[in-house]
């Protein structure tokens, strides 16, 4: 009984703390997320306060973040528009890994670590945060923008891209080698075409089966659903997260919308959980090394990141300050990093690799929303209008007679 009232205690004071955290990083304009991260520093291993008792649940509540994360995501789109979202922004996903992947990738060769190091930092740098993102384009009004399904376009692919490139990590850090993350990719490859498939055809049978008359019946068939699907697909070694992901899919109509309505509080909570568990699982004394490393690979590839939504939008037809607005906006990453890097923690790979992802990760999620709003202020509205004006064609003037 003593173990289960110190979990209580630990538990219900961490939860009231993450609550005023997220107020106050609200009431800033700030992303909760990097405030999770820091409270989860403060509470582990080397923090000021860490948790005895509550360490396996935070564990367990950590999964179950990622897993809602993916659903909620999955739950956004449907088949049949993410495979139109393939087809149309595929080029500007095949721009946007080049240019964040690649020098993710070669930082860590740079490092002095291996391949393996490599193909996850590469992940880290590639992915854009789409919660953070789709709430930072909520917060600035521009859901409506012209930029903004362009921005939505780059986020599906990269979303799509971790269905593949999850279990592929996942196979090769378990020590497997290539051949058996090639497998694994194999699996990914026919059970995410599979889903599609199935969701394209059958989708709206799947979603007749699960009332929404129902909330409390709704709640516990798709959350039942989720959990189980994802754990076959951990199974499977294909990741849980990609299973959540491909049930949200698959998941349509009336079911989807109403699915997202309930499942969002118990998002939110996990959610923040896992983002702590995260922080417990980082030494804050690894940290101040890998500080300056962190912040050069978070300039570079937030700069990477601004040329992609150029390119993307430029692709799309759309003027200079759409492109500029699109770039800003792909800035910030977090949650799939924080899923690959958690992967490469549980693996053992290079110690530096989780201190240096946080650090990473709490630059750009901080950073990222603050640089969004430049496009706001005056004078980058008159630098850019300025700019487009130097670089428009000059009409021919018809001669006067």
């Known amino acids: 009984m003593h173990s289960t009232t110190i979990l209580l205690i630990e538990v219900g004071a961490l939860l009231f703390a993450l609550g005023m955290l997220g107020r106050i990083g609200r009431r800033f304009g700030l992303s909760p997320i990097p405030l999770y991260l820091l409270a989860g520093l403060a509470f ?66 740079l490092l002095g670590w291996g391949w393996e190091a490599a193909l996850v930092l590469a992940g880290i740098t590639w992915v854009s945060s789409s919660g953070v993102i789709a709430k930072v384009l909520g917060d600035l009004g521009r859901i409506g923008n012209r930029e903004t399904p362009v921005i939505l376009s780059v986020l599906v692919i990269e979303d799509l891209a971790m269905a593949f490139y999850l279990p592929l990590v996942t196979a090769v850090l378990a020590g497997v080698g290539l051949i058996g993350g090639l497998k694994a990719l194999a699996v990914a490859v026919l059970t995410v075409v599979a889903v599609l498939v199935v969701a394209i055809r059958y989708g709206h049978a799947i979603s007749s089966f699960i009332s929404v008359k129902d909330a409390e019946a709704l709640l516990l068939s798709v959350l039942g659903l989720t959990l189980f699907v994802a754990g076959v697909a951990a199974e499977l070694k294909v990741s849980a997260a990609v299973g959540a992901f491909l049930v949200g899919i698959a998941l349509s109509g009336p079911v989807a919308h109403h ?47 601004v040329l992609t939504g150029v390119v993307a939008a430029r692709r799309a037809g759309i003027a200079l300050p759409g492109q500029v607005r699109a770039g800003l906006a792909l800035m910030p990453r977090g949650e799939f990093s924080i899923v690959i890097a958690g992967l490469a923690v549980a693996s053992g790979v290079e110690p530096e ?14 950073t990222g929303p603050m640089l969004a709003r430049l496009s706001d202020y005056a004078w980058f509205k008159a630098m850019i209008r300025k700019r487009t004006t130097v670089h428009r064609p000059v009409e021919a003037v018809p001669a006067v007679e």
């Open 353 to 366: 690799l989780a201190p240096l992802a946080t650090a990473y990760v709490l630059i750009t999620v901080v």
């Open 44 to 109: 582990g291993h080397g923090g000021f306060l860490p948790l005895s008792a509550s360490q396996e649940f935070i564990e367990v509540g950590a999964e179950i973040g990622v897993i809602l994360l993916l659903v909620m995501l999955g739950l956004e789109y449907s088949a049949s528009e993410l495979v139109g979202n393939l087809r149309s922004a595929a080029p500007a996903g095949v721009v946007d890994a080049v240019l964040n992947a690649l020098p993710g990738a070669g930082f860590a060769f």
């Open 259 to 305: 699915a997202t309505q309930i499942l969002s509080p118990l998002r939110d909570l996990f959610a923040a959980v896992f983002f702590v568990f995260f922080g417990l699982s980082t030494d804050p004394a690894a940290m101040p090394p890998v500080l300056l490393p962190a912040l050069g690979l978070a300039v570079l590839t937030m700069l990477t990141k």
